[in-house]
């Protein structure tokens, strides 16, 4: 019995959303992230200033900066897809000018007949 290589689930579902829901909800996520993981470090912050034991505010600003870098790589994420649509727009731009250009030159004016003996 052979066992079939399968995708993940969500894999079709991201092949299928538009780039601008990609860039908003990356977006939405990776500012929800660092906010997190800032609110949990200021925690942690408050927990050493207050003398708690050393692995309790240890673990928890470890947990806050991944939180935080978590947060800044999906932000990161959100502005490659924000590119990749500014991007798409502009090509459509420059095709659309290029297509009326080629549209102007390629008028014919004569029609010239080959001569025959």
């Known amino acids: 019995m052979e066992v079939k290589k399968q ?3 969500g894999k079709k579902m991201l092949k299928r959303m538009s780039l601008y829901t990609k860039w908003l909800l990356s977006a939405i996520g990776g500012l929800a992230l660092i906010g997190f993981g800032l609110s949990v470090f200021s925690e942690a912050a408050n927990l050493k200033h207050t003398n708690a034991p050393f692995l309790r505010w240890f673990l928890l600003g470890s947990y806050s900066l991944i939180m935080i870098n978590g947060g800044l790589c999906v932000f990161g994420q959100a502005i490659i897809f924000k590119m990749k649509m500014e991007n798409k727009k502009l090509i459509k731009k420059v095709l659309k ?3 009326k250009k080629t549209a102007k030159k390629l008028t014919i004016t004569k029609l010239e007949m080959p001569k025959t003996e």
Do not use: M
């Open 7 to 9: 995708k993940p689930p």
């Open 97 to 99: 000018q290029r297509s």
